[in-house]
């Protein structure tokens, strides 16, 4: 059984960074996609990032181009989201999903299969 658990939130002033880690358990992820999505407080879950387990395409939401990067750590098998230049508007619970098969292109709740429990980011102005 798939396992996805997130590490690395917490409480940072704007403009400073953190690195989130999503550790998977529970199957060989060769075949695998993965993404972070963020719910803040009263809005809808929103796609941030995705990877292709291998090969290592990348996908990002508009908002987070050049400030936050996706990427696989496969000895440790476990997919890291560095956030830099944080912004109050980035506070959030984030989410760590996996699809099988996926291309790294998947951007909706619907298309994974797996999440996480979340881990809180709270960017203060």
């Known amino acids: 059984q798939v396992q996805l658990a997130e590490s690395g939130g917490g409480l940072v002033q704007a403009g400073g960074s953190l690195r989130l880690s999503c550790a998977a358990s529970g199957r060989t992820f060769s075949d695998y996609a993965m993404g972070w999505f963020r719910q803040a407080p009263g809005k809808e879950r929103e796609f941030v990032a995705a990877?292709?387990?291998?090969?290592?395409?990348?996908y990002y939401q508009d908002s987070v181009k050049g400030r936050f990067t996706i990427s696989i750590d496969n000895a440790k098998n476990t997919v890291y989201l560095q956030m830099n230049s944080l912004k109050p508007e980035d506070t959030a619970v984030y989410y760590c999903?996996?699809?099988?098969?996926?291309?790294?292109?998947?951007?909706?709740?619907?298309?994974?299969?797996?999440w996480g429990q979340g881990t809180q980011v709270t960017v203060s102005s």
């Open positions: 999903a996996a699809v099988l098969g996926g291309n790294g292109r998947q951007r909706e709740i619907y298309e994974y299969d797996y």
């Open positions: 990877i292709k387990w291998t090969g290592g395409i990348t």
